[in-house]
């Protein structure tokens, strides 16, 4: 798996953070929001992995932006894909 650049690490320990402050009864539900586990996400922190876009956009929505999905994929273009999906016919 590809290591995390310093940005995406920047991310991470903002996941980190966010995951820390929310009650013990209630990481196991983010996680599994995410489509993933506390467990599986504390071991991608600690170790610099790059989170898929899946799972980086359900952070941003589980968390209601308070983890934003371009702090953990820096290295995608958000902007384009937020324009040329508001520009697909419905």
Do not use: H
């Not at 504390?42 to 932006?65: F, M, N, P």
């Amino acid at each position: 798996m590809k290591p995390a650049s310093r940005a995406q690490r920047a991310g991470l320990a903002v996941l980190l953070a966010y995951l820390n402050s929310l009650p013990l009864d209630q990481r196991d539900g983010f996680a599994t929001r995410c489509k993933t586990t506390q467990n599986y996400l504390r071991k991608a922190i600690s170790q610099g992995q790059v989170l898929s876009l899946e799972t980086a956009i359900l952070i941003d929505v589980e968390s209601g932006g308070s983890v934003r999905c371009e702090q953990l994929r820096p290295d995608i273009n958000w902007q384009y894909l937020r324009q040329t999906q508001s520009a697909m016919p419905a």
